[in-house]
């Protein structure tokens, strides 16, 4: 752990404070978006060609990261892949399919760090360059606060028209979270932020305490030239699966209740042996 808990009698009077992470290859072991392509393709959303076509992007995404060219050519395809789609369908589908697709490849140790920073009493703010639709249902898996993320134009029909009305990358996602820590109250300058691409440097630079998570390689070149913390995440583990770690008794609070256990079952053998005494004689 990174020893992020502070004394709430310390700091209850200080601003609020605020940890933000990025989504992708942060968090979670793949891209949140196209990890649903198979399922929009079951739901007729996509065809087979979209589903090779987003394995690949996939592909090309988790073996080198993608720069701010590939990220745009990506916006771009996804933007005109979903144009006419039907919001409402799009929600059911991922509400539908988010813990058999999105639980499994949530990183053990960003859950570990959200949770340190809920009880050091700070928010959890998500802050993605995927559609609200997706990330949003993911925020709420994970417990965060917050959640920053791309949205796209609803025509009157319902349908996506193709065209993004938000688009949270780059430099957009350091003014989304300065905004926030304007009308929330947030010390940016105590505040954390974790990401694994350089396009995030910006929304790193914008807090006290970045920290480079999985780095792509220009990523890892500036957090070495600044001297940022660099994490590597990789145990993805399902939720519920991290419960009993969290729940089940320790080892020592085991060997304390065996030995009063003990300590009961001596005594009642204690007590019975007197009673047979006092009755023989």
């Not at 076509?53 to 990220?71: I, S």
């Not at 490849?105 to 993605?128: K, N």
């Not at 780059?170 to 010390?187: F, H, M, V, W």
Request: proline share 4%.
């Amino acid at each position: 752990m990174l020893g992020l808990v502070e004394n709430h009698s310390l700091t209850h009077s200080m601003p609020r404070t605020a940890a933000f992470f990025d989504l992708d290859k942060t968090v979670i072991a793949k891209s949140s978006t196209l990890t649903f392509s198979k399922s929009f393709y079951q739901g007729g959303l996509i065809n087979r060609r979209a589903v090779l076509r987003t394995a690949y992007t996939q592909f090309v995404f988790l073996a080198g990261g993608a720069d701010h060219d590939q990220m745009e050519r990506m916006r771009e395809y996804l933007s005109a892949l979903c144009r006419g789609w039907n919001v409402q369908q799009v929600k059911e589908i991922v509400a539908e399919t988010l813990h058999d697709l999105i639980d499994p490849i949530i990183y053990d140790e960003a859950a570990s760090l959200i949770e340190e920073h809920h009880t050091a009493g700070r928010d959890v703010v998500i802050v993605s360059t995927s559609g609200a639709e997706v990330v949003e249902p993911i925020g709420e898996l994970l417990g965060a606060d917050r959640v920053v993320a791309t949205r796209m134009v609803v025509g009157d029909d319902g349908c996506f028209t193709g065209e993004v009305e938000y688009y949270a990358y780059g430099p957009t996602k350091a003014e989304a979270i300065e905004e926030l820590a304007r009308s929330e109250g947030y010390d940016l300058a105590r505040c954390y932020a974790y990401s694994d691409s350089a396009t995030d440097v910006p929304m790193l630079k914008a807090v006290g305490h970045p920290f480079a998570v999985n780095p792509d390689r220009a990523l890892r070149r500036e957090a070495l030239a600044r001297e940022w913390p660099i994490l590597d995440f990789n145990r993805p583990v399902r939720l519920k699966q991290r419960l009993p770690t969290l729940t089940a008794p320790s080892r020592p609070a085991l060997l304390a209740a065996a030995a009063v256990g003990a300590a009961a079952a001596t005594a009642g053998l204690v007590w019975y042996a007197s009673r047979r005494r006092a009755a023989a004689g």
